[in-house]
C-alpha cells in the first residue's frame, strides 16, 4: 500500500545528544513536510521541501536540520541546540500545485531523558 | 499572519445528533481550507478540502462548509457515532503553500 512510514514511534534522547527521525514516502509526492505538535495545540511548520534538494524554514526551524537527497525520503533532525524538543513530530506529503491535500504518517514521539 | 482559531476546545454529544464544528481564520487570502481527524497518538486523516473558489464540500455524513467573507469554516456531522470521537482540525493553506493549523476540537460521542 502507498504511504507515509515515520520511524521510530518513540524515541528518547539525551541531552546534549542529536537524534534523526526518518519519513519515507511511496507515493511519489514532490512536497515533504515536517510539523511538530505540543499537547492541546494544533500543528506547526518546521522545516518543508518542494522538491529534491532543496528546502525551506517553515515558523520554528531553530535546533531543527532536515535533507532532501531523494524524493523519497526527507529526515528531521533535532539538534542539541532544541531546547524543548519534547513533542509529537508528524511528516507529511503532497503532490505539487496549491490545491492538494497533505497526507500524513503516523508520527514519531520524542522524549527528553 | 495567518490565525485560525477552533472553538470549542471540547464537545461531548449523545449518539445520533447531528453537530456543527467551527473553524474561523483571519486573512481571506487562502488556496484552500482542509478539515482533518486525529485519534490519539496518531497522525492526521484528511476528511475534506474545499478550495478556494468554493462553498462546500461533501463526503458522507460530513459536510465542510467555507465562507471567505466572514473568515469561517464548519464541518456538519449527521448522525453522530460514537467512532466519530477524535480531535477534528482544520488548515488553511495560503500563497506560500503552508498550512496554518488550529489548535482543534476534541469530539466525544457518547453511546
Known amino acids: 500500500d502507498g504511504g507515509i512510514t515515520q520511524s521510530p514511534k518513540y524515541l528518547f534522547r539525551k541531552e546534549g545528544q542529536n537524534v534523526t527521525l526518518s519519513c519515507e514516502q511511496n507515493?511519489?509526492?514532490?512536497?515533504m513536510y515536517w510539523y511538530r505538535q505540543d499537547p492541546g495545540q494544533g500543528l506547526r511548520l518546521i522545516y518543508y521541501?518542494?522538491?529534491?534538494?532543496?528546502?525551506q524554514k517553515g515558523d520554528i526551524a531553530e535546533g531543527y536540520s532536515v535533507s532532501r537527497e531523494k524524493k523519497e525520503s526527507f529526515p528531521l533532525t533535532v539538534t542539541s541546540a532544541q531546547k524543548n524538543p519534547t513533542a509529537f513530530y508528524l511528516c507529511?506529503?503532497?503532490?505539487?500545485?496549491?490545491?492538494?491535500?497533505?497526507?500524513f504518517g503516523d508520527g514519531t514521539r520524542l522524549s527528553i531523558l | 499572519k495567518q490565525e485560525v482559531t477552533q472553538i470549542p476546545a471540547a464537545l461531548s454529544v449523545p449518539e445520533g445528533e447531528n453537530l456543527v464544528l467551527n473553524c474561523s481564520f483571519t486573512?481571506?487570502?487562502?488556496?484552500?481550507l482542509q478539515w482533518f481527524r486525529q485519534d490519539p497518538g496518531k497522525g492526521l486523516t484528511s476528511l475534506l478540502l474545499?478550495?478556494?473558489?468554493?462553498r462546500e464540500q461533501t463526503s458522507g455524513r460530513l459536510n465542510a462548509s467555507l465562507d471567505k467573507s466572514s473568515g469561517r469554516s464548519t464541518l456538519y456531522i449527521a448522525a453522530s457515532q460514537p467512532g466519530d470521537s477524535a480531535t477534528y482540525l482544520c488548515?488553511?493553506?495560503?500563497?506560500?503553500?503552508?498550512?496554518?493549523f488550529g489548535s482543534g476540537t476534541q469530539l466525544t460521542v457518547l453511546p
Open positions: 507529511a506529503s503532497s503532490m505539487s500545485g496549491k490545491n492538494q491535500p497533505q497526507h
Open positions: 488548515a488553511l493553506s495560503g500563497s506560500a503553500r503552508q498550512l496554518t
Open positions: 474545499i478550495q478556494s473558489s468554493q
Open positions: 521541501s518542494q522538491i529534491v534538494n532543496d528546502f
Open positions: 486573512d481571506s487570502a487562502i488556496y484552500n
Open positions: 507515493l511519489n509526492h514532490d512536497a
